[in-house]
């Protein structure tokens, strides 16, 4: 196999810093093209070349000849090539992958809405503010009793599943929606939040900004 010739399209968001955060742990090296979404840049016929659904981020390796894009299928791709973050046997793998679809089915979408609904809808809509508040909250309640057990979500191994969940509840921080209840889930939070990799991750393209 040829050496991967790795390209990111992305922009500074939840999605997007579970792809930088992934390939600044993993050390590899990556071309970073810069999608302004809010210039539209996600809707130029070359982007939606790559990703028809128009969003980022979109992953290509140009020596093997694969457009990926959905941000779990590009950490998986990540996981294949570099051996690692995936979990050693086949019970630590196929928790890495629970949790990683966990979070691509469940949180992640629920807490797009929720920042939608709480920072974005006029007027204010608070049926939906309070549908997305429960369904996040019982999400945050489902990480946190898997975390008083575990020390990451796969178990004993920090994995895709850890950067996946951390992308989107970095964004939770910033926006000010408070887990900090959920003790075992903030904890973990502290813990991913201080390895450098992620450090570096949730500033590229550049750091994230409140609504
Ligand atoms: N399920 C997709 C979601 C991707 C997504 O929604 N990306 C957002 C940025 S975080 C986007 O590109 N939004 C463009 C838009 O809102 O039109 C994934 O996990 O990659």
């Not at 996600?42 to 000849?65: K, M, T, Y």
């Not at 894009?69 to 950490?75: C, K, N, P, R, T």
Request: net charge negative.
């Amino acid at each position: 196999m040829s050496a991967p010739d790795l390209v990111l399209y992305t922009d500074s968001s939840p999605n997007g810093f579970k792809i930088t955060i992934a390939l600044e742990e993993l050390g590899l090296p990556y071309t970073l093209h810069h999608v302004r979404i809010e210039q539209g840049e996600h809707r130029a016929e070359q982007f939606l070349a790559l990703n028809p659904s128009g969003r980022i981020p979109v992953l290509v390796d140009r020596a093997a000849d694969i457009v990926l894009f959905e941000s779990a299928a590009i950490l998986l791709y990540l996981a294949h090539l570099s051996g690692q973050l995936l979990g050693q046997g086949p019970q630590e793998r196929w928790a890495v992958i629970t949790w990683l679809m966990y979070h691509s089915a469940s949180m992640g979408p629920l807490l797009g809405q929720r920042v939608h609904f709480e920072c974005f809808d006029s007027p204010p809509n608070p049926c939906a503010i309070h549908r997305y508040q429960a369904l996040t909250e019982a999400t945050f309640a489902t990480l946190d009793q898997r975390l008083a057990s575990h020390p990451w979500l796969a178990g004993e191994a920090y994995s895709m599943a850890d950067i996946a969940t951390f992308g989107w509840l970095h964004i939770a921080r910033l926006v000010a929606f408070d887990f900090s209840r959920y003790t075992h889930l903030e904890a973990w939070y502290a813990r991913v939040a201080q390895r450098p990799g992620v450090q570096r991750g949730i500033r590229l393209p550049a750091p994230a900004t409140g609504p």
